[in-house]
């Protein structure tokens, strides 16, 4: 079993940042492929930005690409979302998720790819 947990989340005005966390406890390595979700109001979730377990290129979503980025810390069992130029449609509850499988590239976007998730962070653009 792996747990995950998100810290970081709150309120900011458009264009600002935010560094969202996800620390994994549990069955899990400190190279675990995670993947970054979110779900507004009355919307499915969708993907944000994925890293799998080789360091190196992330897969992100267009409406963040150049914005957002995905990063791990070698070591340690932690994940973050840096997210920048922060807009109103970025409101949302984000989600950590990973799996104990190395995922496919065509299926990094996909909710059921992913085994385990977090309890969410919400963030909230708004002037």
């Known amino acids: 079993q792996v747990q995950l947990v998100e810290s970081g989340g709150g309120m900011v005005r458009p264009g600002g940042s935010l560094r969202l966390s996800c620390v994994a406890s549990?069955?899990?390595?400190?190279?675990?492929?995670v993947a970054w979700f979110r779900q507004a109001p009355g919307k499915e979730r969708e993907f944000v930005e994925a890293?799998?377990?080789?360091?190196?290129?992330?897969y992100a979503a267009n409406s963040v690409k150049g914005r957002f980025t995905v990063s791990r810390v070698n070591g340690k069992k932690t994940a973050y979302l840096q997210m920048n130029s922060l807009e109103p449609q970025d409101t949302a509850v984000y989600y950590c998720?990973?799996?104990?499988?190395?995922?496919?590239?065509?299926?990094?976007?996909?909710?059921?790819?992913?085994?385990?998730w977090g309890q969410g962070t919400q963030v909230t653009v708004s002037s």
């Open positions: 998720a990973t799996t104990s499988v190395s995922p496919l590239v065509s299926s990094l976007s996909l909710t059921s790819t992913w085994e385990y």
């Open positions: 549990g069955e899990t390595s400190s190279n675990f492929p």
């Open positions: 890293l799998k377990r080789s360091m190196g290129t992330t």
